[in-house]
C-alpha cells in the first residue's frame, strides 16, 4: 500500500537505477521509483486454473451495480488485471488482443487505499496516490453509486499514438475495441472469482484525465468498478 514519504530526487533516482536491477530478476518488495511513481508492489502470481468454465462464466455474467463493503484481497485485484492485460508468454503477449501488438491501453486501479498503475511486465502495480477517489470518480461520472461503492475501480484508458504510429486513423477505432477485449475479460474473471462489476462509459472524459493524473494523450475509456455483490 502506499506510504507517503518523500525521497530526495537523487536519492529517488539511484533507487530507480536499483529498483530496474531488481525488477528484471523476479518479484520485488515495495520500492520507491522517482517522479509520479511512489511505490511499486509485485502482485501475487495469477492463478491459472479456476473453479469456473469459461461457458459458466459466461452464463454468470450480468451487470452488477451495486456491492457489499468487504475489500477485495490483493490476489483477486491482480488476478482481474492480469485477465484484462496480463503478459501470457516471453514475447510480451497479453491475455487481451492488440493490433499489431501496439499495446495502447493503460490500466489503473482505483481502491479505498489510494490509486495505482498496473505494469503488466513483471505483473506490478506503481502506486501513485494514497487518496481515495471513488468518490470524485463517481460524481464526474453522473453520480453512479456502483463506483462509489466498489471496492475496486478499473480505468481503462488507450494511447491511440501508439497504435498510430502503425495503423494511422485507424487507430482510435482500434484501442476503442482492445479497451472492449480487455473489460470483457475482467468481467469474465470477475463471474469466476465469484465478484460483480459493471462497464461504465459514461463519464467527463476531461474531469477523469485530471482526477487521474493521465499523461498527456492517455484517454480514459472504460471504467469498470467491481465487488462482492451486495
Ligand atoms: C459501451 C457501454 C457503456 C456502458 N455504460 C454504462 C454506464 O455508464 N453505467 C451503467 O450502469 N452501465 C453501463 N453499461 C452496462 C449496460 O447497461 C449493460 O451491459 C446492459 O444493460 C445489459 O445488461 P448486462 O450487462 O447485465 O447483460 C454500459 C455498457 C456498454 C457496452
Redesign the pocket.
Known amino acids: 500500500m502506499p506510504r507517503s514519504t518523500t525521497v530526495p530526487a537523487a536519492l529517488a533516482v539511484l533507487m530507480g537505477v536499483l529498483l530496474v536491477g531488481v525488477m528484471a530478476d523476479g518479484p520485488v518488495a515495495p520500492e520507491r521509483v522517482p517522479g509520479a511513481w511512489r511505490e511499486v508492489e509485485a502482485l501475487p502470481s495469477p492463478r491459472l486454473d479456476g473453479p469456473v468454465s469459461l461457458e459458466a462464466a459466461l452464463l454468470g ?5 451495486s456491492f457489499s463493503d468487504v475489500p477485495l484481497t490483493v490476489e483477486e485485484i491482480g488476478q482481474l488485471l492480469w485477465a484484462a492485460q496480463g503478459v501470457t508468454d516471453d514475447a510480451g503477449h497479453r491475455t487481451a488482443p492488440s493490433a499489431g501488438a501496439m499495446y495502447p491501453l493503460e490500466l489503473d486501479v482505483v481502491t479505498a487505499d489510494g490509486f495505482a498503475r498496473y505494469v503488466p511486465d513483471g505483473h506490478r502495480l506503481a502506486w501513485r496516490g494514497d487518496a481515495d477517489l471513488r468518490a470524485s470518480l463517481s460524481e464526474v ?2 453520480g ?1 453509486a ?1 463506483i462509489l461503492e466498489a471496492p475496486l475501480v478499473i480505468v481503462i484508458s488507450g494511447v491511440p499514438e501508439r497504435t498510430a504510429a502503425r495503423y494511422g486513423e485507424r487507430a482510435e477505432r482500434y484501442v476503442a475495441m482492445e479497451a ?1 477485449h480487455a473489460a470483457q475479460n475482467a468481467l469474465l474473471e470477475s463471474v469466476s472469482l465469484g465478484l460483480g462489476a ?6 467527463d472524459d476531461e474531469a477523469v484525465r485530471r482526477l487521474l493524473a493521465l499523461a498527456d494523450g492517455e484517454e480514459p475509456l ?2 469498470v468498478p467491481i465487488g462482492h455483490p451486495r
Open positions: 455474467r450480468r451487470s452488477v451495480r461520472a453522473q453512479q456502483a472492449g459493471v462497464v461504465v462509459g459514461a463519464f472504460y471504467l
